[in-house]
């Protein structure tokens, strides 16, 4: 059992190791991501926290605020990545939460990380938390939508079909595995295509206030 145990230990350490390869060293040394991951880990626990875990889409929200709602703490860091939230999950996870809001990804695609290798990880983290926190809910909710109509972060609005992909498969992921699947892109998309609604946004990739409440009003009932 012991050697069993060593085993998966080397061959985590391994990949882990590959993949901060893969991503790039700024992953996780930017200064701005050291400032909120240290930050993030001095902060006191409480009991029953909801948290939201993501990148700048996350960040951007005073999310608190919006629901009236002491309990919920923001996890986002602005440029993170799946393997930038497996590195950090630690912290998530130490105070056993009651919730966690889960959005990640479309930074990996814009470094063109492969839709498969996001998928992958992503599905990774859900089940990270599960085995470090077992009684917390993780509500893994899609990649929202993007829209290049904006001639901005060209990198990340061209990859639609991407996410639809991904999308897809963290669906049937969830519905496999007993997570709560969330989506967020078919509420964001316009009626006649597959781009975010520019009601909702003012570069293409990141939300308005006014998406901002949309997005609650989808949560809203999971809180």
Same mark, same amino acid.
């Given at each position: 059992?012991?050697?069993? !145990? ?24 930017? +200064? ?6 240290? @930050?993030?880990?001095? @902060? ?38 799946? &393997? ?18 889960? =959005? ?22 859900? +089940? ?6 077992? !009684? ?24 639609? &079909? ?6 897809? !498969? ?13 989506? =967020? ?13 520019? &009601?909702?946004?003012?570069d293409g990739l990141h939300l308005t206030g006014k998406g901002y409440l949309k997005w609650a009003e989808i949560i809203k009932p999971l809180l």
């Amino acid at each position: 059992m012991r050697i069993i !145990k060593l085993i998966t230990l080397v061959l985590f350490a391994a990949s882990h190791f590959f993949a901060m390869t893969a991503y790039g060293q700024e992953a996780f040394q930017s +200064t701005y991501y050291e400032q909120r991951r240290t @930050l993030f880990e001095q @902060l006191p626990n409480t009991k029953k926290e909801i948290i939201f875990l993501g990148n700048s889409i996350t960040d951007g929200s005073e999310w608190s605020e919006l629901f009236q709602n002491k309990r919920i703490k923001n996890r986002g860091i602005s440029g993170d990545v799946t &393997e930038g939230v497996l590195y950090r999950l630690n912290e998530v996870t130490e105070s056993k939460p009651a919730k966690v809001f889960l =959005l990640i990804g479309i930074n990996d695609l814009a470094r063109n990380i492969s839709k498969e290798t996001v998928f992958e990880n992503i599905s990774g983290i859900a +089940t990270s938390i599960r085995e470090q926190s077992p !009684k917390t809910r993780v509500f893994v909710q899609s990649i929202l939508p993007v829209n290049p109509a904006f001639d901005k972060f060209t990198g990340h609005c061209s990859k639609t &079909e991407e996410v639809k992909w991904i999308n897809n !498969k963290l669906e049937e992921f969830c519905a496999q595995h007993g997570f709560q699947y969330v989506d =967020l892109f078919t509420h964001f998309t316009n009626e006649s295509d597959d781009f975010m609604n520019p &009601e909702f946004t003012n570069d293409g990739l990141h939300l308005t206030g006014k998406g901002y409440l949309k997005w609650a009003e989808i949560i809203k009932p999971l809180l």
